[in-house]
């Protein structure tokens, strides 16, 4: 069973930025996928960006040039880091993993998620 433990987020004015921390209990050069999705308030849990264990990133449009995701498979760690923030980033983040995740499946494990707030 995969474990994922986060860190990071908070506040921020628009404009700003931050960062999210994800620790794997699994080596990510196992897991295959690995990623975040967000989560408005009433709203349905949306991908935002993933990653392949070879490093090959994929980002949704909304986030494409101001979030870089990446990670450091010496720290079993996945990380987001979110620049020139907006106020419809605002949410919940959760990482998520599995290995058909980057192929098109749901991801099969999630983190406890991080709140992201971004005010105007």
């Known amino acids: 069973q995969v474990q994922l433990v986060q860190s990071g987020g908070g506040s921020v004015q628009a404009g700003g930025s931050l960062s999210l921390s994800c620790a794997s209990s699994t080596a990510t050069s196992d897991i295959f996928c690995m990623g975040w999705f967000r989560q408005g308030p009433g709203e349905d849990r949306v991908s935002v960006a993933k990653i392949d264990r070879t490093g090959r990133p994929n980002y949704s449009q909304s986030v494409k040039g101001r979030f870089t995701i990446s990670q450091n498979s010496a720290k079993n760690t996945l990380y987001l880091q979110m620049n020139s923030l907006k106020p419809e980033d605002t949410g919940m983040y959760y990482c998520?993993?599995?290995?058909?995740?980057?192929?098109?499946?749901?991801?099969?494990?999630w983190g406890q998620g991080a709140q992201v707030t971004v005010s105007s």
């Open positions: 998520a993993a599995g290995s058909q995740y980057c192929r098109g499946a749901y991801p099969a494990f």
